[in-house]
């Protein structure tokens, strides 16, 4: 990861806010995926010493790129999906207390059971929605590679690697970048061009793909426990929900799917963020 990315990072996050700001006046809103839920917010980075308390107490040392761009851009920031959430967010929604101290330490496995519901050697970084999401591998020879966890029950249940057409990883610097490109694509599904899976893949058993295959009633309002992901967004917008409520338990953490309670208005089904992000 470049200082080249780092700037341009932070000055597509700093317009982008202004953006927001505009079309808030106009009481619009931004139509991409997980905009309202960060608002292309950009978090304090985390200092060298706390990474390192960090990486002292789980045993491990974090990929250089990770490393960089939670020092460099934000310790959380706007991005793909619903952004990259803070180092401290590593086990959403569980509580990091529940693993074992030698967890991150055992070298990721894409087959290896979990633990607690999460893979051995991998941080949480990103949530995607609907209990997926974005793992950055920290131990054994995968380290550095960014993994699709999925977690929402066990026929779906599975970890699926991001390579490139010639088996070559994608890595954070890419994936950041891909998303800054896709900006500037009208549309709000951009973070799909992250993940080729959320343009093939129907989650027919996540909780508002069940709801509207038990229905044809109209449905304007829907409260469910946690952020939407892209294919039930979608849905969501397909049918025209005018309203979303996510219920969730008060939680500290930004990126954390129990932590919001989130509404979507105007007709767009959209997230706002928790009161406490700045
Ligand atoms: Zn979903």
Known sequence: MNSQLIRRYHSALRSRRRWMGFLRFFSLTDPRFGARWHQYHCLPPATDEYVSSFEAHWGITLPDEYRTAITQIGDGFGGPFYGVSP????????AAEDFPPDFLQRSFDPSAARIGGLAPGAIRFCNAGCEHYYLMVVSGPLRGTLWHDIDVDVEEKGVLGLWYS????????????????????EGFHSSY??????????FQNHAIAKLFNA??????????DQLPCPYCFRLLREHRVRRVIVTSLPGKDYGNP??????????KVDVEPREAYP
Do not use: M
Not at 166 to 185: I, M
Not at 193 to 202: G, I, N
Not at 258 to 267: F, M, V
């Open 87 to 94: 180092l401290e967010d590593w086990c959403q929604p569980t």
């Open 166 to 185: 010639d088996n070559q990883p994608v890595s954070l610097a890419d994936w950041l970048n891909g998303w800054l490109e896709n900006l500037s694509l």
């Open 193 to 202: 061009f992250l993940d080729p899976l959320w343009t093939k893949c129907a």
């Open 215 to 224: 229905t044809d009633r109209p449905i304007t309002t829907i409260t469910v």
């Open 258 to 267: 129990k932590s919001a309670a989130i509404l979507g208005t105007q007709g």
